[in-house]
T-cell receptor, first 116, second 115 residues
């Protein structure tokens, strides 16, 4: 149980286009989901906390207008990279916190974004 | 502020050697959680262990063992008789239970196990 999926697993897009990444909790409800970014050979950097039915909370230095997060249901959060540029190329990972369970978070398999 | 330090950037060992990955953390909270995750080349994070701040008992799971020392704010991870399949990047993380369980990851330690 407690599986988190991400779609797509990889995507290549042209500079200036927008890309949407989905994060789904498959067998549990997640009131809170997190979005991370990982550059090659670096650690995971928390971008934002996504709460179902409310606005996401962004970490300092993360542009909320560039990285749009929507958490429309208890099983789905989306991250849209708007007007993508090559420097947005990265590995994006989401995680989901199990509803009602405070200390448990499950990670998705990640999405590799390459912007040409 | 929460912070996790993994001072070892990369470690190389020969198969069957024991190896310890260090993790030192900083937090002002009395309640917190510590984690270890494995990230193989495929990228997916594999959960290894979760430990809460009130449980200082060391844990052993097969070839893996963890040593939690609150006095030194350390949560070290030892792999006994390492295998090539253990090659991966290992992350230590600290969870803030008062802030939506935000995770603070260390920079990771890349473990290379050579045959």
């Amino acid at each position: 149980g407690a599986v988190v999926s991400q779609h797509p697993s990889w995507v290549i897009c042209k500079s200036g286009t927008s890309v949407k990444i989905e994060c789904r909790s498959l067998d549990f409800q997640a009131t809170t989901m997190f979005w991370y970014r990982q550059f090659p050979k670096q650690s995971l950097m928390l971008m934002a906390t996504s709460n179902e039915g409310s606005k996401a909370t962004y970490e300092q230095g993360v542009e909320k207008d560039k990285f749009l997060i929507n958490h429309a249901s208890l099983t789905l959060s989306t991250l849209t990279v708007t007007s993508a540029h090559p420097e947005d190329s990265s590995f994006y990972i989401c995680s989901a916190r199990v509803r009602g369970v405070k200390d448990t978070q499950y990670f998705g398999p990640g999405t590799r974004l390459t912007v040409l | 502020a929460q912070k996790v330090t993994q001072a070892q950037t990369e470690i190389s060992v020969v198969e069957k050697e024991d190896v310890t990955l260090d993790c030192v953390y900083e937090t002002r909270d009395t309640t917190y959680y510590l984690f270890w995750y494995k990230q193989p080349p495929s990228g997916e994070l594999v959960f290894l262990i979760r430990r809460n701040s009130f449980d200082e008992q060391n844990e052993i799971s097969g070839r893996y063992s963890w040593n939690f020392q609150k006095s030194t704010s350390s949560f070290n991870f030892t792999i006994t008789a390492s295998q090539v399949v253990d090659s991966a990047v290992y992350f230590c993380a600290l969870s803030d239970p008062y802030n939506f369980n935000k995770f603070y990851f260390g920079s990771g330690t890349k473990l290379n196990v050579k045959p």
